[in-house]
């Protein structure tokens, strides 16, 4: 039986792999000339290429963890110590421990002792649809309290997601919170985040490798603009081009506003729930300088007037001799489609940004950087509004054969590729199971 799999990202090329396992022919169809969607790699300084985007593993990641065993890469992850850093009213904070969150100088004692009872409160929680029926807002409130809203949550919800914050449901901020938690080491209570030997570009090359030696075929460069059911028995694949192509079943990995645009049908309630989907796209600045800026991996922002939604230096999880003592940060914003940064050059945003960390750190001077890039992608959080889970477009589509998968119906947990690992292994079970579905109606 052979399947397209419509994107080629960590989602499709996941779903490739779990289809193979279960003796599925594929095809990858991706519209970039490379694989790997958000995950894909770019080189940094010559000869050395690193994510994008920033990208960490958890030692609670255990889908990832389990699928980068079976890519025979498990020896090549690392974990390392790391350490949280807060930014408010113009000075750098440690929040790394108990001690350094007791000397928080911007809380009061029962503002600190609030906050810290909210989140161990927050990571026992398991009922996440009640959550979502909660305004973000009210509910952090009432856990931490307003002052502990006003002078934390607020400044950092509205970096993350702009205007978005005041429609976001409680489920959001619960699964941004869990997640952090779970970076701390169970025994020594230390915060743990790793990364694979030479990142996600030797993940890639892995995928790419097992993929092609069990027949996947992978076709970049190919943007699919339109599917259609023929007879009943085939789906024919129609690319701008011009060129056709026949599959017994499709896989959907892209965003919901494309796959409404390639998807027949679209005055149905499934266009409607695919349509209803909002996201958040991202504009981030790398920047590899000279010499470090903080010991942190990652420093919330809760100062309002920064362009950024937050200061990750990724060299403290990589290995330090991927870069020989130079740092390589990220400077992530998030944007709504609306967003006048959108419109910015790549030359002006990189100015902006620059002259805000010369704010931040005055030590730091355009002469420290070696190198930066600007890179951009229009679809990556849903914004995961009041009710969000009961208007999710579902895996199996009005159009019979045709699966949707992706990142809409990461339900209970931020964006991230653990969550895209389990999405694709349920998605090829869910395959398999309706393959057999048919086959046994077909011979009642």
Same mark, same amino acid.
């Given at each position: 039986?052979?399947?397209?799999?419509?994107?080629?990202?960590?989602?499709?090329?996941?779903?490739?792999?779990?289809?193979?396992?279960?003796?599925?022919?594929?095809?990858?169809?991706?519209?970039?000339?490379?694989?790997?969607?958000?995950?894909? @790699?770019?080189?940094?300084?010559?000869?050395?290429?690193?994510?994008?985007?920033?990208?960490?593993?958890?030692?609670?990641?255990?889908?990832?963890?389990?699928?980068?065993?079976?890519?025979?890469?498990?020896?090549?992850?690392?974990?390392?110590?790391?350490?949280? *850093?807060?930014?408010?009213? *113009?000075?750098?904070?440690?929040?790394?421990?108990?001690?350094?969150?007791?000397?928080?100088?911007?809380? *009061?004692?029962?503002?600190?002792?609030?906050?810290?009872?909210?989140?161990?409160?927050?990571?026992?929680?398991?009922?996440?649809?009640?959550?979502?029926?909660?305004?973000?807002?009210?509910?952090?409130?009432?856990?931490?309290?307003?002052?502990?809203?006003?002078?934390?949550?607020?400044?950092?919800?509205?970096?993350?997601? *702009?205007?978005?914050?005041?429609?976001?449901?409680?489920?959001?901020?619960?699964?941004?919170?869990?997640?952090?938690?779970?970076?701390?080491? @169970?025994?020594?209570?230390?915060?743990?985040?790793?990364?694979?030997?030479?990142?996600?570009?030797?993940?890639?090359?892995?995928? !790419?490798?097992?993929?092609?030696?069990?027949?996947?075929?992978?076709?970049?460069?190919?943007?699919?603009?339109?599917?259609?059911?023929?007879?009943?028995?085939?789906?024919?694949?129609?690319?701008?081009?011009?060129?056709?192509?026949?599959?017994?079943?499709?896989?959907?990995?892209?965003?919901?506003?494309?796959?409404?645009?390639?998807?027949?049908?679209? @005055?149905?309630?499934?266009?409607?729930?695919?349509?209803?989907?909002?996201?958040?796209?991202?504009?981030?600045?790398?920047?590899?300088?000279?010499?470090?800026?903080?010991?942190?991996?990652?420093?919330?922002?809760?100062?309002?007037?920064?362009?950024?939604?937050?200061?990750?230096?990724?060299?403290?999880?990589?290995?330090?001799?991927?870069?020989?003592?130079?740092?390589?940060?990220?400077?992530?914003?998030?944007?709504?489609?609306?967003?006048?940064?959108?419109?910015?050059?790549?030359?002006?945003?990189?100015?902006?940004?620059?002259?805000?960390?010369?704010?931040?750190?005055?030590?730091?001077?355009?002469?420290?950087?070696?190198? @930066?890039?600007?890179?951009?992608?229009?679809?990556? !959080?849903?914004? !995961?509004?009041?009710?969000?889970?009961?208007?999710?477009?579902?895996?199996?589509?009005?159009?019979?054969?045709?699966?949707?998968?992706?990142?809409?119906?990461?339900?209970?947990?931020?964006?991230?590729?653990?969550?895209?690992?389990?999405?694709?292994?349920?998605?090829?079970?869910?395959?398999?199971?309706?393959?057999?579905?048919?086959?046994?109606?077909?011979?009642?």
């Amino acid at each position: 039986m052979n399947i397209g799999v419509i994107g080629g990202g960590m989602m499709g090329l996941a779903t490739a792999f779990y289809l193979n396992k279960k003796g599925y022919l594929v095809t990858i169809l991706e519209k970039e000339n490379e694989i790997g969607g958000l995950s894909r @790699s770019t080189e940094i300084l010559p000869g050395i290429r690193w994510d994008r985007f920033y990208h960490v593993i958890l030692s609670t990641d255990r889908e990832l963890l389990r699928f980068i065993d079976e890519l025979g890469l498990s020896l090549d992850v690392q974990f390392r110590e790391t350490k949280t *850093g807060f930014y408010t009213d *113009g000075e750098l904070h440690s929040m790394s421990n108990v001690l350094e969150f007791l000397k928080f100088k911007p809380l *009061g004692l029962f503002d600190k002792l609030r906050l810290g009872a909210g989140i161990f409160y927050t990571s026992k929680l398991n009922n996440w649809k009640r959550l979502e029926k909660i305004y973000v807002k009210s509910w952090l409130t009432r856990v931490f309290g307003r002052r502990n809203y006003e002078k934390m949550w607020e400044p950092l919800l509205r970096s993350k997601l *702009g205007v978005a914050c005041e429609k976001t449901s409680a489920a959001f901020i619960w699964a941004a919170i869990r997640r952090y938690y779970g970076t701390r080491d @169970s025994g020594s209570k230390k915060e743990m985040m790793g990364c694979v030997r030479v990142g996600y570009f030797s993940i890639l090359s892995r995928i !790419q490798k097992e993929l092609q030696s069990n027949g996947t075929r992978i076709k970049t460069g190919y943007t699919v603009k339109n599917i259609e059911p023929n007879d009943g028995k085939k789906i024919v694949v129609h690319s701008l081009n011009g060129s056709r192509m026949e599959f017994d079943k499709i896989v959907a990995t892209v965003p919901a506003p494309v796959i409404a645009k390639i998807l027949p049908g679209r @005055s149905s309630q499934f266009h409607s729930q695919l349509a209803a989907v909002r996201y958040l796209g991202v504009i981030c600045a790398t920047l590899v300088l000279k010499k470090s800026l903080t010991p942190f991996y990652v420093t919330n922002l809760t100062d309002p007037d920064l362009p950024f939604t937050g200061l990750i230096e990724a060299t403290n999880v990589i290995p330090p001799e991927i870069l020989s003592g130079r740092t390589l940060i990220y400077l992530p914003k998030y944007v709504t489609v609306n967003d006048p940064f959108n419109d910015m050059s790549d030359e002006e945003l990189i100015d902006v940004f620059i002259n805000a960390l010369n704010r931040m750190f005055p030590n730091f001077s355009s002469k420290d950087i070696i190198s @930066s890039a600007v890179h951009r992608e229009p679809y990556v !959080q849903p914004l !995961q509004e009041i009710g969000y889970s009961e208007n999710v477009a579902p895996m199996i589509t009005p159009i019979k054969n045709v699966y949707l998968s992706n990142t809409t119906m990461i339900l209970n947990s931020t964006i991230n590729n653990n969550e895209v690992i389990k999405l694709a292994r349920k998605t090829a079970q869910l395959v398999k199971q309706e393959e057999r579905r048919q086959v046994s109606g077909s011979y009642r």
